[in-house]
């Protein structure tokens, strides 16, 4: 099973800043991952697939970059709306489909 | 516009068996399959398994092996997913998902909550 390793665990950051969030693979997962946010009381949803592709409708502002073993989400200038937790998962060797732990970004 | 709909909010007692539809609409169901997530209280997101509405076929993750069927209804566009033996553990909410053309999740249903309790 490939263990996907998340961090920071928790991010502080103000409105408008950049956020950097980070995610490990226990071995190499190529391009096949995948970001999400979570809000409270909601679903997760999809911003970006094959580690660097936008889903449709997601801000310009969301980048994802890494291949391999390690992978970044970027976002350039937080809105309010971004303060949620963020997972992510691979889907290079499965069974299982593994996700990360989770970051949560909060406001600073 | 691709919708997942879960039904309702459960609360069952430890040993039951607990049943979760999922309704799609906006796409052909029998072309993706339907994934299920489950998330305990205040943790992150663990696959249960998934089942290929075409034929049927299922694929479960290790942990929920032997106490978890996933089945898909090509009549009604409904995926299911039935726990059985449930413990205060299972205390969760359950998504469904669809994987579309690639193995990440898009969309999700809105989630079920269940909770056991004696």
Not at chain 2, 31 to 60: N, S
């Amino acid at each position: 099973e490939i263990v996907m390793t998340q961090s920071p665990a928790t991010l502080s950051v103000s409105p408008g800043e950049r956020a950097t969030l980070s995610c490990r693979a226990s071995q190499s997962v190529s391009s096949n991952l995948a970001w999400y946010h979570q809000k409270p009381g909601q679903a997760p949803r999809l911003l970006i697939y094959g580690a660097s592709t936008r889903a449709t409708g997601i801000p310009a502002r969301f980048s994802g970059s890494g291949s391999g073993t390690e992978f970044t989400l970027t976002i350039s200038s937080l809105q309010s709306e971004d303060f949620a937790v963020y997972y992510c998962q691979q889907y290079n060797n499965w069974p299982p489909i593994t996700f990360g732990q989770g970051t949560r970004l909060e406001i600073k | 516009e691709v919708q997942l709909v879960q039904s309702g909010a459960e609360v069952k007692k430890p040993g039951a068996t607990v049943k979760i539809s999922c309704k799609v609409s906006g796409y052909t169901f029998t072309d993706y399959y339907m994934h299920w997530v489950q998330q305990a209280p205040g943790k992150g997101l663990e696959w249960m398994g998934l089942v290929d509405p075409e034929d049927g076929e299922t694929i479960y993750a290790e942990k929920f092996q032997g106490r978890v069927t996933i089945t898909a209804d090509t009549s009604t566009d409904t995926g299911n997913m039935e726990l059985s033996s449930l413990r205060s553990e299972d205390t969760a909410v359950y998504y469904c998902a669809t994987t579309g053309t690639g193995n990440w999740f898009d969309p999700w249903g809105q989630g079920t909550l269940v909770t056991v309790s004696s």
